[in-house]
């Protein structure tokens, strides 16, 4: 089977950059990093996507180039006879779980484009978010909304969809952040938010946190459930995957950081309490501070417009896991099988979005149903199958097959190859359990 494949460089680090961009930066990073004290939570966050993110989106993208198939199929053809291939098993149920709050919070993102746009943001912003959650129906028909909307972009196919939206739009919100930045830390009392972010204080940081910065570094790249895999096997032949890597994680920590510096100054000078706003934080945060700003409704609109944009890119990213499954491993239509994912999506989210509205009830360990779903797919899913991806590549796979695609073939000079191997072979799975193991005891 021919497979479509990105037409340029840009096109398939726009493509995984679009992917990797989204609310994990600039909705679920922020929330994260206010409960969990700030700085310090910012370096553990560093610390975890260069020496564990890097290595293991460099194994997915060599995995996924080098088989030239789906998630699930790549460790078939490339190991056949051998279980590995449940990672991408893993994977999918992985789509499911992130999907399904994930689409929660898209779909906020549109209630929020559509009270900036009629100028309905003022107001008190704690007040109005609970209350709009607490409606459990209009939350659930922006969810659906915002599904919809990602349908009918992976109906389109990957390269022609997903290629184009993000060129363009990467780049504005990357502008707006700025302008954002420069807004919030010229608010008075400003300052302390800067320095509850910029500043660490290792004595707010447990086992909890690490895991949750360790989870958030996963999440934000996309990584640990196939994601990388399957765009890896859209990167051409001769296209450096390390180069392609290194933007991601690049552009991915630049803009959870402007995201933190937009949001934390304004939280001070608005008093905001960080550590008790919850995922309601960034939604709470901002239209403050859009208040104060001359052409506020402008910037708003913009702002969460664009912030829904990469939320869809991201979104269209996960839902094609499963819809590529589905298409090569089954036989479904395409169209068809996009709309059965879709829908499945939907009714898990449907729970999410009940548990914040009128069944708080709903939900297993203490956790509603919505930080269920987040917490087991981030901390739990993710660091799992990248500790599996990291011992296939490092132990099962043939080291020539790696050298091969992280050279592509020979042509490209990859110098740190042996610090690769020896990060994901030993460091990198060592990691991840030390973290798992301190997250659990609550260290
Ligand atoms: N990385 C995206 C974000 O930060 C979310 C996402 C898209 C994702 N695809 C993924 C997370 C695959 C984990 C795995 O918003």
């Keep these: 089977m021919s497979r479509d494949s990105f037409s340029n460089r840009f096109g398939v680090v726009a493509a995984a950059a679009g992917s990797a961009i989204g609310l994990g930066n600039i909705w679920r990073f922020p929330y994260l990093c206010g409960e969990n004290g700030g700085g310090a939570f910012l370096l ?94 209009t939350p659930i028909a922006y969810q659906f909304g915002f599904l919809a909307l990602s349908l009918g972009v992976v109906i389109f196919g990957v390269s022609k969809g997903i290629e184009k939206s993000t060129k363009i739009l990467m780049p504005a919100l990357f502008v707006l952040l700025i302008i954002l930045c420069i807004r919030s830390l010229t608010l008075e009392g400003a300052k302390e938010g800067l320095i509850f972010v910029l500043k660490p204080d290792f004595s707010n940081l447990s086992g909890n946190s690490i895991l949750d910065a360790l989870g958030q570094a996963f999440f934000s790249l996309s990584i640990g459930m196939g994601c990388m895999i399957t765009y890896g096997s859209y990167i051409k032949r001769k296209e450096d995957l390390t180069y392609t890597a290194n933007v991601i994680v690049l552009a991915s920590i630049v803009v959870a950081v402007l995201a933190s510096i937009v949001i934390f100054p304004a939280a001070s000078a608005l008093n905001i309490e960080v550590d008790a706003a919850g995922p309601g934080l960034v939604f709470k945060t901002l239209p403050g501070m859009f208040a104060l700003m001359p052409g506020g409704i402008i910037f708003a609109t913009l702002f969460f417009i664009l912030l829904c944009i990469a939320a869809l890119t991201s979104a269209i990213s996960l839902i094609e896991v499963v819809v590529t499954f589905c298409v090569e491993e089954m036989q479904i239509k395409r169209g068809i099988a996009t709309a059965l994912v879709a829908v499945s999506m939907f009714l898990l989210g449907i729970l999410c979005s009940l548990s914040l509205g009128m069944m708080p009830q709903l939900g297993l360990f203490g956790l509603g149903f919505f930080d269920l779903m987040d917490f087991m797919s981030a901390n739990i899913f993710l660091p799992l199958g990248g500790f599996f991806i990291a011992i296939y590549m490092g132990w099962a796979l043939k080291k020539r097959i790696t050298v091969k695609e992280l050279t592509s073939d020979g042509s490209i000079k990859f110098s740190l190859l042996r610090v690769f191997f020896f990060l994901i072979r030993y460091i990198v799975p060592v990691a991840i359990l030390i973290v798992f193991i301190s997250g659990f005891l609550r260290l």
């Design 44 to 137: 553990a966050y560093l610390f975890c996507i260069i020496l564990i993110g890097l290595p293991i989106m460099l194994a997915e993208f060599s995995i996924g180039r080098s088989a030239q198939r789906n998630a699930y199929r790549s460790f078939k053809v490339l190991s056949p006879q051998r279980p590995w291939y449940l990672i991408g098993v893993m994977g999918i149920i992985a789509s499911f779980t992130i999907m399904s709050f994930y689409s929660a919070v898209g779909g906020w993102t549109i209630e929020y484009v559509i009270r900036s746009v009629t100028n309905t943001l003022a107001g008190d912003h704690n007040e109005m978010f609970n209350t709009f959650i607490a409606g459990t129906y």
